[in-house]
């Protein structure tokens, strides 16, 4: 209203002299008076009509679970009169932000949506047929709307507790199998980030393998292919006939086949070359050309790599997209990312796990494979129910349909002039036009069609499943071809068949397993996917406590953009202007993320928090280097820090020195000033997560940062515990210099069942030169001198999960996302309030408070009752529940974090479940229950053994399903097999789909017999 009564004074102003100056009104004026009044008269009228017509759909109200009265009772619980109070007492003041975020006020769920689909509409949609790894598909709305748009697939967790994660398990030991049929190699693992990425672990992988330092490259791979690789080890752009590999200190070396021309080569002679020297060969592939190509597994490769992205996954402007990653069985043990294997359950039943999990971040630490984390699940599972629909034949034909048509437009180019680069190729063509190729490029916007540009000025076409014969006729039009795509086809010869007559056409079968072969209608399918999702827990079953994982409420309003044409449909090396949609979202993301945060500038493009943390540590190093100061290299990471950040670290060049934590869970800060003073000289950077991963607010975290700062270091702070936070506290504002967000944590992306997530960086000016830039885009806000280069394949990462981050900041305003953050941290408090007389409480803040997540200590019971963190794990999935974070950050704990999305209800749930498995565990100890034979060590009871026709344990079948009277029959969740044998899964590694039995009916096994 304010504003209303100063245009109020400029009107009256200008209308007593037009050209006069405005005059300044004294407050001790009659005008000045009657403005007040009228001001105070219109605010009145206005919260009057607020009054009649009040707001009734307040998003934050929706996405904070606990109301008013919940609130009221917790406070009471822990003896306080306002949320205010517990602020109070666990945040430390000197760190409190003091004031209000700066920042939209909220709008509702409806105005968001029609703000979005003003922005999707700034997206030219044209059509592209650039290539480089990025294709238009057709997604099989079938799976559109059961997989991507469904909260059963969409909020799962990773699946490390198999149990009740058979579905999504199952179908990525699918996914895994279709890259093994379609590569010809022994070994895949279940996606990871991108293509891009995946090429950069696979020169890891050499490196580790031979201990070798120089890494081969053909210069035809993808130039973003080249771009991420080339921040490691040596690398060295050569092609086939130049590499040398007799100096034996090659690791490896990578080629594209088919490459990024198109062209396909028999690359047998460089495998053997490499071999013979020790080193091993990497090829990045295409999933769709292998359909109807010799797969790179038959010449000999040791790593295959590349996007799934074809197989039924949008274009998304650069991602989500799963990259696959596949090896030779000797180097199983060294591969990258999660894989999922086949083991039995403790009926002896064929069962699935993540297989060889000790090779993980947060068990190896800066040991480990590799830093990845999230990977892309989701994505992955997309990828292969595509391939589980149309079946090898149909995968087949739409190889063999891309190939015709790329013929055809060959044939075209051909008679219109043009000469191609390449005559072996697969759905890619370069050409050395005939005319100027400025004006083909004319001809093509007149059509509203992208071309590529290649660096030496010639016009590339990658053509997809999708084209069209009309595509086709434009797509000769603008090269000058007097002929329709109808014409050339009926006078090309029968021989013209391409790599479908040439050496290179495939021979060997692929997906041959019944699982590929079983579900082609949409009937079938749909079943099977149900199917699958009944097995697995989601949040739509029940909370999900896993400590730093922050699985809080992923809103339909927030997810429903992500598969809009105009944010799904464009390849992400457009023109700029044809993406000026999404180029101001990220603007405005950018704006509310660094005033949530205290930094100065954003980068998108890490896709992960694990890249996060490498594209951070990678600008310290970039730095550090421009000031002349490279000798700095030692990084200090406290054990209470996040599980990835020694092997980011170690990803990044950095030696890594531990900082003990005192017994309180704090940085112990005299062993903190001991290892700055040793190392001050080499001193890099600080990793530090805050609140730790312990649970705690360490009220001394801008010493730590000044102390850092003082001998030279950089701060990087984990970002994976924001959601304790936002609205309170800012990390640029404390001392950190550079940090990571987990999007998929604190802003409201979906996990998955194991990702997508996003990471982007959050830093201050002097790190903002450093940021990442890429090769094929100018992204305008980075600059390429002095980038510390390309952290993955796409500009801004996965683009096309971003409007849900940026949707939720919109929709909770201010106040909304402190609110967030309070109740969080009130309804940990009430928890560990509530559980603390029945297990010890691992760490507090210094006035007895936890911040958003906390650790209940049960390695005691070891001793007392036999009982350890996995048995209490496992009985909770009787009670309804996903387990907490087991035996991490401490061995043989439980990390609790149930974020504000749940009520005051649920919550209860959860605590009465924990406090009834106390009393089992003391019947144990008080002799009462056996100790070997019980509910918690014989968990979980799954169906089919509450069910079976002998019982003999000595406690009830109705005991062990239904131990609560909230467990009905008519809504439990069933775990849908026995406890899994991991050491048996280790021990028999076996990571593609079960021989064909596992699979046949029993009663044909009956009548066989």
């Known amino acids: 209203m304010q504003s209303c009564a100063k245009s109020w004074r400029v009107i009256i102003s200008r209308s007593m002299n037009a050209r006069a100056p405005y005059r300044s009104i004294s407050s001790k004026g009659d005008v000045f008076k009657k403005l007040q009044r009228l001001t105070a008269d219109v605010s009145a009228n206005v919260r009057k ?24 009772e917790m406070l009471n619980t822990l003896g306080l009169e306002s949320i205010a109070q517990l602020i109070e007492n666990t945040v430390p003041p000197s760190i409190r932000l003091g004031r209000s975020l700066k920042m939209d006020d909220p709008v509702c769920e409806n105005e968001i949506l029609d703000s979005l689909q003003k922005i999707a509409s700034r997206n030219k949609m044209w059509r592209s047929y650039i290539g480089m790894g990025y294709y238009n598909c057709s997604v099989p709305p079938v799976i559109q709307r059961n997989l991507l748009e469904n909260s059963g697939w969409v909020t799962q967790y990773t699946p490390y507790q198999p149990e009740v994660s058979q579905g999504r398990l199952e179908s990525l030991l699918n996914y895994q199998t279709m890259v093994c049929d379609i590569t010809g190699m022994a070994v895949a693992n279940a996606s990871l980030l991108d293509e891009g990425t995946a090429a950069a672990e696979a020169m890891q992988l050499c490196n580790r393998q031979n201990k070798r330092r120089i890494f081969y490259i053909d210069p035809r791979c993808h130039p973003q292919t080249i771009a991420v690789v080339y921040i490691g080890v040596k690398t060295v752009l050569k092609l086939p006939h130049e590499m040398d590999f007799s100096g034996k200190d090659v690791s490896g070396v990578l080629f594209q086949y088919p490459d990024t021309e198109g062209r396909v080569e028999d690359f047998t002679a460089l495998v053997d070359r490499a071999h013979k ?22 010449f000999g490769v040791d790593i295959t790599l590349g996007s799934s992205q074809r197989f039924g996954v949008p274009l998304c402007y650069g991602g989500p997209h799963a990259a696959f990653f596949a090896v030779k069985e000797n180097l199983v043990r060294m591969m990258p990312g999660r894989m999922v294997g086949v083991t039995r359950d403790a009926a002896g039943k064929e069962v699935y796990r993540l297989a060889l999990q000790t090779r993980e971040q947060h068990i190896r630490r800066d040991k480990a494979t590799s830093n990845i984390c999230t990977a892309q699940a989701l994505l992955a599972n997309m990828a292969a129910m595509y391939a589980l629909y149309h079946g090898p034949q149909g995968l087949r034909h739409i190889a063999e349909r891309t190939h015709n048509a790329t013929l055809i437009l060959a044939e075209g180019l051909k008679r219109a002039g043009h000469k191609l680069q390449h005559e072996n190729f697969f759905d890619t063509l370069k050409i050395n036009c005939g005319v100027a190729g400025k004006d083909i490029l004319e001809k093509a916007m007149l059509r509203e069609i992208n071309l590529r540009v290649y660096s030496d000025g010639l016009l590339g076409v990658s053509l997809d499943e999708t084209v069209t014969e009309r595509d086709l006729d434009d797509l000769l039009w603008i090269f000058g071809c007097e002929s329709s795509a109808e014409l050339i086809a009926e006078k090309m010869s029968e021989r013209t068949k391409g790599l479908l007559a040439s050496p290179f056409k495939r021979t060997s079968k692929f997906l041959t397993h019944t699982v590929f072969n079983s579900y082609h209608s949409e009937t079938n399918i749909v079943r099977y996917m149900k199917r699958l999702e009944n097995k697995d827990i989601s949040l739509v079953h029940s909370m999900i406590p896993l400590g730093s994982c922050t699985m809080k409420l992923n809103s339909s309003s927030e997810l429903m953009p992500i598969t809009w044409r105009e944010f799904a449909n464009i390849h992400p090396f457009v023109p700029l202007d044809q993406a000026e949609g999404y180029q101001q979202l990220f603007r405005q993301l950018e704006r509310d993320l660094c005033e949530i945060t205290g930094y100065d500038k954003i980068s998108f493009q890490p896709n992960s928090g694990a890249q996060g943390e490498y594209a951070g540590l990678a600008a310290i190093k970039a730095y550090l280097n421009s000031k002349g100061e490279s000798h700095r290299t030692v990084c200090l990471i406290p054990k209470s820090a996040h599980g990835t950040n020694p092997a980011s670290a170690q990803m990044a060049g950095m030696k890594v020195q531990v900082v003990e934590v005192d017994k309180d869970g704090n940085i112990d800060v005299s062993h903190l000033k001991a290892m700055v003073d040793k190392h001050k000289a080499n001193l890099a950077a600080i990793m530090i997560t805050y609140p730790s991963t312990n649970g705690v607010f360490e009220e001394n975290v801008s010493e730590v940062c000044e102390l850092i700062h003082q001998n030279g270091g950089q701060v990087y702070l984990d970002g994976a515990n924001m959601n304790a936070q936002v609205g309170l506290c800012r990390p640029g504002d404390y001392g950190s210099d550079v940090s990571h967000l987990n999007l998929h944590k604190t802003f409201c992306i979906p996990h998955g069942g194991g990702g997508p997530g996003m990471g982007p ?161 003391a019947e144990i100890e008080e002799g009462r229950m056996d100790s070997r034979v019980n509910p918690l060590k014989m968990a979980p009871h799954s169906l089919a053994c509450i069910t079976s026709t002998t019982w003999d344990r000595p406690y009830s079948r109705e005991y062990a399903a239904f131990p609560m009277p909230f467990v009905r029959p008519e809504t439990k969740f069933w775990p849908t097999i026995s406890r899994i044998d991991d050491i048996y899964g280790d021990q028999h590694l076996v990571c593609t789909c079960p021989p064909m039995d596992v699979y046949e009916s029993p009663y044909e096994e009956r009548a066989s017999s």
């Open 49 to 72: 009509i607020e009054r009649i017509l009040p707001r009734h759909d307040d998003f934050s109200e929706r996405h904070i679970g606990p109301g008013d009265k919940e609130k009221r």
């Open 277 to 298: 020297g020790g080193a091993l060969a990497c090829c990045a592939t295409d999933l769709l050309a292998l359909c109807v190509l010799r797969p790179p597994g038959e």
């Open 761 to 921: 960086i959050g830093v201050k000016q002097h790190l903002a030169p450093f940021l990442p830039s890429h090769p094929v885009v100018n992204m305008q806000s980075s600059n390429a001198g002095s980038s510390l280069g390309t952290i993955s394949a796409a500009p801004w990462g996965s683009s096309a999960i971003l409007p849900i981050s940026w949707a939720y900041i919109k929709m909770m305003g201010s106040k909304g996302l402190a609110h967030a953050t309070e109740v969080a941290i009130l309804n940990a408090n009430y928890m560990a309030k509530r559980l603390e007389n029945h297990y010890k409480i691992l760490f507090r803040g210094s006035k007895g408070f936890i911040a958003h997540e906390f650790i209940l200590d049960v390695r005691p019971f070891k001793k007392s009752a036999n009982i350890e963190a996995v048995d209490v794990a496992k009985r909770l999935q009787d009670y309804g529940f996903h387990a907490p974070t087991m035996s991490w950050p401490v061995a043989g704990t439980l990390m609790i974090e149930p974020t504000e999305s749940e009520d005051k209800a649920e919550l209860d749930r959860f605590c009465d479940s924990l406090l009834a498995i106390r009393q089992e565990i």
